[in-house]
């Protein structure tokens, strides 16, 4: 029996230009791409589905060693090409796999003459390499770029797993009870770049809040931590849960986003100084719950937003920044809330930007 290796080896061109051949005189058609492939991940395997369903066979040209080095830097490729080969191979819709050497295809292009060539949709036609569309066209081969897989890529996953190995990134855990407006705006900024961190666990007492199904989507672990009977306490056990969860997630900091439960022992002590919260107003003015209401009651011409250290004491540690907002003639409750958010939006990425581990 062939050992998989040897089931999965590479061809040749030749080989691959005779499955071609031998296509064309049944009238079917064969698909051609190429890539890295170095970490595979969901997005490639949806996307090789794709392009397999344009014709009949599939072949999937991959860069030799060399050329990846070339392409993506000294560090990549993880993978040798042997086993990037061998894994590229036993995917379903994979019928041949060939490597080669340059930098572009355009010589596998020549040989092969697929009668498709498909492309990830971070190209378009016009954006192809010269060489390789000349080729393309001379063989006659229609070019069809495919959708790409949103939020999957292997430089975000290679990021991923250096980021979460310490590397100067900070690791958040968020506690949240509602609507998640503020966790999407740390998110926001994580992906623009603006905040070198991690979100490494989401906590909710509510488990059907839009808070969780946010991190989740997020691909951030979303835990609900069941609060007790009494919707207003949180009890001793649940305390204890969220301790240990943000300790088994090994974060530098908590955030408290909309969480409205009073945190207790063990997290005050575990983590002190290490836990912030958004408040809606201007601390210490209007603690506590319905903070943009309490505003408009006591006829204020301007309240904001607060993010400050958590204690025992509610909504009194030391504040660490503050932005103002107006409140407008008319203002509901709503319509500020809304405005105080927005501030929040940027001022809580900015701090956690600032945070020193
Ligand atoms: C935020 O406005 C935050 O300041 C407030 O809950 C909202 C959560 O919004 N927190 C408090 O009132 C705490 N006393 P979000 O879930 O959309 O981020």
Known sequence: MPTDAEAYAPMTPAEVRALRDQLDAQGKKLVFTNGCFDLLHAGHVRYLNEARELGDAMVVALNSDESVRELKGPTRPINSENDRAEVMAALRAVDAVVVF????????????????????????????????????????????????????????????????????????????????????????????????????????????????????????????????????????????????????????????????????????????????????????????ANAPQLAIEAGDTETGCTVHLVTAEIDAGRILAQATVPVLPGDTSEKLHARIKDQEHKLLPQVLAEWKK
């Open 101 to 288: 050497g340059d930098k572009r295809a355009t010589s596998l292009i020549e040989t092969i003459q697929p009668h498709i060539y498909a492309k990830g949709g971070d190209y378009t036609v016009d954006s192809l390499n010269p060489e390789e569309r000349a080729a393309l066209d001379a063989a006659g081969t229609a070019i069809r770029i495919l959708p790409l897989v949103p939020g999957r890529s292997t430089t975000a996953t290679v990021q991923r797993m250096t980021h979460d190995g310490g590397a100067g990134r900070l690791r958040i855990g968020v506690l949240g009870s509602g609507e998640g407006s503020n966790l999407r705006a740390i998110l926001a900024a994580i992906t623009a770049g603006a905040l070198q961190a991690d979100i490494s666990v989401a906590l909710s007492d509510q488990a059907d809040s839009k808070f969780l199904q946010i991190a989740r989507e997020a691909g951030v672990p979303a835990i609900h931590v069941d609060g007790g009977a009494n919707p207003r306490r949180f009890d001793d056990a649940a305390q204890k849960e969220i301790a240990e969860h943000l300790q088994r997630a090994q974060v530098d900091v908590v955030v408290l986003i909309g969480f409205m439960r009073i945190l207790k022992e063990p997290t005050l002590s575990l983590y002190a100084d290490r836990i912030v919260n958004v408040h809606p107003s201007l601390l210490p003015k209007h603690k506590g």
